[in-house]
């Protein structure tokens, strides 16, 4: 059974640093690409970052708002993708979710038809 399990949201204050990380069953890093997505109230999901299931297909992908603060990452032994998230924002706030799906070939953001398994997502609140 496929699954993602994401972790590590919380509470911070703006200039604070989270690390999300999300542990994938039933299949690997080497199966999917995987994007992490975030929704604020009242506001349509974003592609926030994802990363290619082969890194010869590229190098991630970064929402301009994230860019420089926020890292894609994966542990292949622990079959787990983390996003490490620094200098936070209170725009920041939002659930995160990761997805497994297509991260495009070109610098366009992931989008969510594209994904077909999804996590149940953890809430970022940042404080100002």
């Known amino acids: 059974e496929v699954q993602l399990v994401e972790s590590g949201g919380g ?12 542990t994938l069953s039933g299949f690997t890093t080497d199966d999917h690409d995987i994007g992490w997505f975030r929704q604020a109230p009242g506001k349509e999901r974003e592609g926030v970052s994802c990363m290619h299931r082969d890194e010869r297909d590229g190098h991630p992908y970064y929402a301009p708002s994230v860019k420089g603060r926020f890292t894609i990452s ?3 032994a622990k079959n787990t993708v983390y996003l490490q998230m620094n200098n936070l924002k209170p725009e920041d706030t939002a659930v995160y979710s990761c997805a497994a799906g297509y991260c495009t070939l070109y610098d366009d953001p992931p989008q969510p038809y ?3 398994y999804w996590g149940q997502g953890t ?5 100002s």
Do not use: K
């Not at 509470?11 to 999300?22: D, E, N």
């Not at 809430?123 to 404080?127: E, H, I, L, R």
């Open 74 to 76: 994966n542990n292949d």
């Open 123 to 127: 809430q970022v609140t940042v404080s």
């Open 11 to 22: 509470l911070v204050q703006a200039g604070g640093s989270l690390r999300l990380s999300c």
């Open 114 to 116: 594209e994904y077909h």
